[in-house]
């Protein structure tokens, strides 16, 4: 039954439109358009249960996931995507290999460059300020690299970045301990050889140690390459936590990531302590004891370790999907509570029209 009804609009024009009032049905029939639970009427084309695993969020029995935007969401490189893998495409998953990763670094850079610095200079016969340029290395790429790193890693694929950025890393590691393979055997000189030696100057001594302290280029280039591998691990990677996990939960990953670049410093300094206590030429005896101001420890060994497993860290991180599965809801909580309003209630992320005027903002 129809019955035309004058209704005033919005901008204060009258306008007729009839009001349909449909008739009731029966008992039985349409029962399905009303939810059992409350006796609500669903909306016309919603879809059912079958039908919902097409929208975003939907978790299915399979291991592919696709976000709104037809995004893979599946962990592997390219079309490589093993269902065994999947277990591991979760928060916990990528907060554990981002702590390894975090530990590595602080072994590395805080751990054995602070511990084997001493025996570098003995070894290759270099000076306290070049030491320091060695050590101010990683930082100077640090803030080169800060920037740009987090403009654009910040707008593109996160994990990918932190992934090459673990490889960087991983190859400084090697490049750092290569002077060792490159030069010839450390040989001991007794007191008075130095002595004489640094009195008279004489020519192939002079030759000797300015061939060696040459090497000092490449201890630079292989801290430059730290500092570069670093920067996306503490600036994207606390992003990339933050962005997909339950924001109460946000605080609580966090410091398990900065526990873990903690603990590195203290497991460098102790693992180096005891790589030192070995003789630089291993399988080559010695006379001189670590005691002697004139030993060299094994400074090497903690270097291609930290530097193998960086290599071996940074591929399943490269694995991960720009997003985790299940985290665009976390995103869509986030643009609710900063927008929420005085009457508690939100506007929703899918309106066109939100955020056009100055009401919008956050309060």
Known sequence: ?????????????????????????????????????GGTPLSNGTPSSAESCGLPLCETKGIKYISAEQEELACGWGGFTPGCLQLFNTSKGVLFFLCVASFLQG????GFINTVITSIERRFDLRSYQSGLIASSYDIAACLCLTFVSYFGGNG?????????????????????????????YEVRSSTEVGVCASNQSLPCAAAASSLSSYRFV??????????????????????????????????????????????????????GMFLNIYTEIGRETDISPENTLWVGAWWIGFLGAGAASLLISIPILGYPQRLPGSQRYIVMRVSEAHQLKDGSHKKAADPDFGKTVKDLPR
């Open 157 to 185: 694929h996160k994990p990918r970045w932190l992934g090459w950025g673990v490889l960087v890393m991983g190859l400084g590691s090697l490049l750092f301990a290569l002077p060792h393979f490159t030069t010839g055997r």
């Open 219 to 272: 201890f630079m280039l292989g801290q430059f390459l730290h500092g570069m591998g670093a920067t996306p691990l503490y600036t994207l990677g606390v992003t990339y936590l933050d962005e997909n996990v339950k924001t109460n939960y946000s605080p609580v990953y966090i410091a398990v990531f900065y526990t873990a670049a903690i603990l590195g410093p203290a497991a460098g300094y102790l693992v180096g």
């Open 107 to 110: 072994m590395t850079v805080n």
């Open 1 to 37: 039954m129809a019955k035309p009804h004058h209704l005033t609009g919005e901008n204060g024009f009258h306008f007729s439109q009839p009001l349909v009032f449909p008739s009731p049905s029966p008992v039985g029939e349409d029962s399905s358009a009303f939810d059992s639970a």
